[in-house]
């Protein structure tokens, strides 16, 4: 799933860039979201807020209440995967915006062909996208490709013998083994119990006395065996204790 946050004060310019979107992503296979603002305004900062996969900024330089400037300041303080694309009529800002080192992939004049310009950023972008490491899950008929950085862990319900596969913002049940998620997702991924895979790079603290893991987000799960307590002997990113 991609996300793309798009923010301009101008309802022509912001029908247009949805319309861009709309034009570059009916000709691929990847399912998408468009969250459309109008200002910078409290709606826009919960959205900033949220944790979502894939998330594609296409940001106004300048709205009535705040810069976007700012804007992407502040996303960068959490969130350094998002990929931005400044859409501004103050071409005169480009030499600000670089000398923040913001890690923006376009900045593009409203004055100067934008729709074209911006329809090659949206593909460039895709490809960026593309080149994380993923997983492809298929829930209920919609794919979603979930980055391996968004996973926490993965268990096996006993019940219906289905995995689920625990992100920061959702948790998905899907007809694959823990045996062939495990192959696919690599060497950051161990089994911590013969029904849960954790993702090592998230693991921030393993008590062995009580057998609880938990994860960077604060999030635990007391699936451990006795294996695993070996595993993260000598670990320097997890904390044991």
């Known amino acids: 799933m991609i996300s793309f946050v798009i923010c301009d004060d101008n309802k022509k310019i912001n029908e247009s860039i949805v319309n861009v979107v709309d034009k570059v992503m009916m000709k691929n296979q990847v399912p998408y979201k468009k969250y459309v603002y109008f200002d910078y305004d409290s709606r826009f ?3 900033m807020a949220r944790k979502i996969p894939n998330k594609i900024y296409i940001l106004d330089i300048e709205t009535p209440s705040a810069s976007g400037i700012d804007m992407v300041r502040r996303i960068r303080e959490t969130d350094m995967d ?10 005169e800002l480009g030499y600000t915006i670089l000398k923040q080192e913001f890690m923006f992939l376009s900045f ?3 004055f100067d062909n934008y729709e074209e310009k911006l329809e090659s950023s949206v593909k460039k972008a895709l490809k960026i996208s593309g080149q994380k490491r993923i997983l492809s899950l ?20 006993s019940v219906d013998r289905k995995c689920i596969v ?5 948790e998905f049940r899907i007809n694959r083994s823990l045996t062939e998620l495990l192959e696919e997702l690599g060497d950051d991924f161990k089994l911590s119990h013969r029904a849960c895979i954790v993702n090592m790079e998230r693991v921030r603290v393993v008590n062995k006395k009580k057998k609880i893991i ?11 065996n006795d294996d695993f307590k070996k595993e993260v002997e000598g670990n320097k990113k997890v904390e044991v204790r």
Do not use: A, V, W
Request: proline letters at 2%; hydrophobic letters at 30%.
């Open 108 to 110: 593009i004049c409203k």
């Open 138 to 157: 298929n829930d209920h008929g919609t794919i979603y490709n979930i980055p391996h950085d968004d996973i926490l862990y993965i268990t096996r319900d």
């Open 82 to 91: 998002s990929i931005i694309i400044f859409l501004t009529s103050h071409d």
């Open 166 to 170: 625990k992100t920061d913002y959702s």
């Open 45 to 47: 900062h919960e959205i």
């Open 214 to 224: 938990t994860f960077n987000t604060g999030q635990t799960t007391d699936l451990m």
